[in-house]
């Protein structure tokens, strides 16, 4: 049996506009944007509440595989989160250089863009966004080493 497609048919912009807190809202509209320039690929919605850009295959050593957003950002009550699938270890010496953030294993947390440096955020996205598009993905974040 074939697993079921997460994409929906939400608008992403419409989304954003409806996010609550006016910094979260404010930082979607800027990843919309950024996201978008950066992988050449129009916004989808994911699961709900993930805005996603492309997408990649993934199969793990244990035989499960499927497929995800290559981008994507969720405006959460916290944070907005910034996944990075290929695993934050991939980007070490770029995230000394981003400014404020939280780390998990395979995304960042970021209270407020305008304290980030989008320059060093884009091409963390980028490198990871040509990661796992360049053909099937079989590492979990939480085993990249970077």
């Known amino acids: 049996m074939a697993p079921r497609s997460r994409w929906e048919d939400t608008d992403p912009a419409r989304f954003v506009a409806a996010v609550e807190n006016p910094v979260r809202r404010r930082d979607a509209g800027t990843l919309l944007d950024l996201l978008g320039r950066v992988t050449g690929q129009e916004a989808r919605m994911w699961a709900g509440s993930v805005v996603g850009f492309g997408e990649y295959h993934y199969r793990y050593a244990s035989g499960h595989e499927g497929d995800a957003p290559a981008a994507g950002f969720a405006p ?9 699938s290929d695993g934050v270890g991939a980007h070490e010496a770029d995230l000394e250089r981003l400014g404020p953030h939280r780390r998990g294993v395979g995304c960042l947390y970021l209270k407020d863009l305008a304290q980030i440096d989008l320059t060093v955020l884009e091409s963390i996205v980028r490198r990871s966004y040509e990661s796992l598009t360049a053909g099937t993905f079989g590492t979990r974040a939480r085993e990249a080493d970077g």
């Open 76 to 84: 959460r009550k916290a944070a907005t989160v910034v996944y990075l």
